[in-house]
């Protein structure tokens, strides 16, 4: 109702009759104003023609087809200028003396036509999540709406032997934005599996949207959740449960288990879930997790491993002929 806004020299009674004639008009009235709607009549039959009501009743019925008109949210600047253009080729042909009869019709047929073309609004895809790609713009009330979807996902169960790795992916099915997006991690312990927020607390030191825990052990059974951020507002919320199960693996050596005993192992927060970083034969299965300090690491090893063996090869050259 803003567009009406705009025109405050309009009678009240115009402006009471739009309002109750708002869902018949559908995207016309949301993307023109009700002083162009009127100045077209006006060309057509005349400033105080007795068929004014009628001419806008004309222009209404016209255009009752796309009443339940729904696009995506980023072509409302394509369609509003489409309707700027037909507002211009109506008063071209009123002035020429056209019939708004026929020119209401053909009009609304052209901006059929129009809307078919637009970007088709993206489905949503369940089960959770603030899909912004999904966003849509409905003539009925001219107003915007995103998928009725939680913010929460179901929770996912992970199961893993004691001594052996958990590995959590904090990613959904849909589309995110390019930019901007951030990951948190929270942990609820004491073996809940819950989605209440208030059982959880900040892993402030897990970041980006994989994480892992190695070795796994018991204290660590319980609910993980991740937050994923853009621009500062959630477009949804992960939960994994993480449960523990079976002895030590084989090849934990009995001082590392009397060790822990003696000391009554519990996990520190330095020792929860943390972020993932790829091992030697990761990396040379995934080019891409090569990060800068990985690479410097590599180097470093390599030029040590070579300056070992130009050693030893000197020596025993050096010993060789010694003895010779």
């Keep these: 109702m803003a567009l009406l806004a705009q025109d405050s020299a309009v009678p009240s009674a115009l402006v009471a009759l739009m309002v109750l004639r708002a869902p018949a008009w559908a995207c016309l009235l949301c993307f023109t104003s009700y002083k162009e709607r009127m100045r077209i009549c006006q060309i057509f039959i005349g400033v105080q023609s007795p068929e004014l009501e009628k001419c806008e009743e004309a222009f209404a019925a016209a255009f009752e087809g796309l009443l339940d008109t729904e696009i995506n949210y980023d072509e409302r600047s394509h369609l509003h200028d489409a309707f700027t253009q037909m507002t211009h080729s109506l008063q071209e042909m009123a002035t020429a003396r056209g019939s708004f009869k026929v020119a209401f019709p053909n009009a609304a047929e052209k901006?059929?036509?129009?809307?078919a073309q637009l970007k088709?609004?993206?489905?949503?895809i369940p089960p959770c999540g603030l899909?912004?790609?999904?966003?849509?713009f409905r003539c009925r009330g001219c107003y915007s709406t995103v998928c009725d979807l939680p913010l929460d996902c179901p929770v996912k169960d992970l199961t893993v032997t004691?001594?052996?790795e958990a590995k959590f992916s904090c990613t959904v099915n849909f589309e995110l934005p390019k930019e901007e997006i951030t990951y948190s991690w929270k942990f609820a312990g004491g073996g809940v599996r819950t989605q209440d927020l208030s059982y959880f607390q900040d892993l402030p030191w897990a970041?980006?949207?994989l994480a892992r825990i190695r070795p796994v052990q018991p204290a660590h059974r319980g609910t993980f959740s991740c937050v994923i951020v853009h621009d500062q507002i959630p477009l949804a919320r992960l939960y994994f449960f993480l449960n523990v199960t079976g002895a030590p693996p084989r090849g934990e050596t009995e001082l590392q288990v009397s060790f822990r005993e003696v000391l009554r192992w519990a996990p520190r927060e330095a020792d929860m879930i943390k972020p993932w970083r790829p091992g030697l034969g990761e990396l040379l299965a995934k080019p891409e997790a090569l990060t800068?300090?990985?690479q410097c690491l590599l180097a470093a090893v390599v030029a040590l491993a070579s300056a070992g063996t130009t050693l030893m090869v000197w020596m025993f050259f050096r010993w060789y002929f010694q003895g010779s």
């Design 111 to 115: 901006m059929r036509k129009v809307i």
């Design 120 to 124: 088709e609004v993206q489905a949503c």
């Design 131 to 136: 899909q912004e790609v999904a966003r849509r």
């Design 162 to 164: 004691r001594g052996n």
């Design 207 to 209: 970041r980006g949207y």
């Design 292 to 294: 800068l300090s990985n």
